[in-house]
């Protein structure tokens, strides 16, 4: 039976993972938001970091969200702690149940499938995209909706046992053996199921989605006691950075700020669906500025800097002279 032989190859098979086993929500919670668009090497121990500093549910209401934003830094996405900070003041405790914790902000169906059925033992499916790519190679299909792969993975839910394990089981799958690229398909548990086996990169089918490519300036104002750092909006919302604009706008910012900079390199980074290319500027500045390892930053800013820091430091220029 299916179901028989990926749970006997799940308990001989599964990673030694710090969350694996857990029954509390909130960790449970923690490792699913983690992982979202993070791989689990880097999910670790930022997963053991985050836990350092805000254990419990209360931990994290109790603090404030520039603080939770400092603990994430490092691993991008900062959204996602965004919301994660929203649920603990949404709820003093995480409700029980799938349809109430999909009500709780930031959280999806996945997110709220995964916390139901691993701590409260709620039969539901958690369909995240392991999962997706591993039911539409078991039943070939080249272009499964989200609403038919859910059902799918619904009746697929054995009657009997954990459905947290079983949820993890396919997901450890799609993991380490049902990959991508290169799947692992002679060490795959369910071969003798597999209806696409014969062409499993096949399944799904890939749809491709070009990156926006994005071309700004970015100016580094090095003060008596730090950096300028102002609030981000946007896809950065909640964290600091230093000021990007389009170029053209170069000659007005610095008058502003009476400097003239120079220009230090590019960086370049990668965001989701965005490229963005950032010609780096740097002058020194009469204004105080602030510590930028005292305040959450964005891996950009943290480019930005690096780039403009090496540059100072070849032309021999010390800045926070009065720190």
């Not at 001989?12 to 857990?22: H, I, M, T």
């Not at 691993?75 to 003041?89: D, I, M, P």
């Not at 396919?170 to 003798?192: H, Q």
Request: aromatic letters at 10%.
């Amino acid at each position: 039976m299916l179901q028989e032989a990926l749970l006997a190859w799940y308990e001989g098979a599964k990673r030694p993972l710090p969350w694996r086993g857990e029954k509390d929500p909130y960790r449970i919670l923690l490792s699913e938001v983690l992982l979202q668009q993070t791989r689990v090497e880097q999910a670790v121990p930022y997963y053991r970091r985050f836990l350092e500093r805000f254990p419990t549910l209360k931990a994290l209401r109790e603090a404030s969200l520039e603080e939770v934003l400092r603990v994430w830094a490092g691993v991008g996405y900062y959204r996602r702690a965004e919301h994660l900070h929203r649920v603990s003041q949404a709820a003093e405790t995480l409700p029980r149940s799938y349809e109430e914790l999909k009500e709780l902000p930031g959280l999806g169906p996945y997110t709220a499938a995964a916390v139901a059925s691993m701590a409260f033992g709620e039969r539901v499916a958690a369909v995240d995209g392991n999962v997706r790519r591993v039911l539409a190679r078991l039943f070939a299909l080249e272009s499964p909706t989200p609403k038919a792969l859910q059902a799918l993975a619904q009746a697929l839910l054995p009657e009997e046992g954990d459905p947290g394990v079983w949820n993890q089981a396919l997901m450890e799958l799609g993991a380490t053996v049902c990959r991508p690229k290169r799947p692992l398909c002679p060490a795959c548990p369910l071969g003798a199921f597999c209806q696409g086996q014969k062409a499993p990169e096949r399944y799904p089918k890939a749809r491709a989605r070009a990156k926006r490519e994005e071309r700004l300036a970015a100016l580094v104002l090095w003060g008596r006691k730090g950096v300028y750092l102002e609030p981000q909006k946007g896809r950065f919302q909640g964290l600091y950075g230093v000021p990007t604009f389009p170029e053209e706008e170069l000659g007005a910012r610095a008058r502003a700020f009476g400097v003239e900079p120079s220009y230090v390199g590019e960086v370049r980074h990668e965001l989701t669906h965005r490229r963005l290319f950032l010609r780096v500027y740097a002058a020194l500045w009469e204004g105080e500025g602030v510590d930028p390892k005292a305040k959450p930053l964005p891996k950009l800013t943290e480019k930005v800097l690096r780039q403009a820091e090496a540059f100072l430091a070849h032309a021999g220029v010390v800045p926070f002279q009065d720190a």
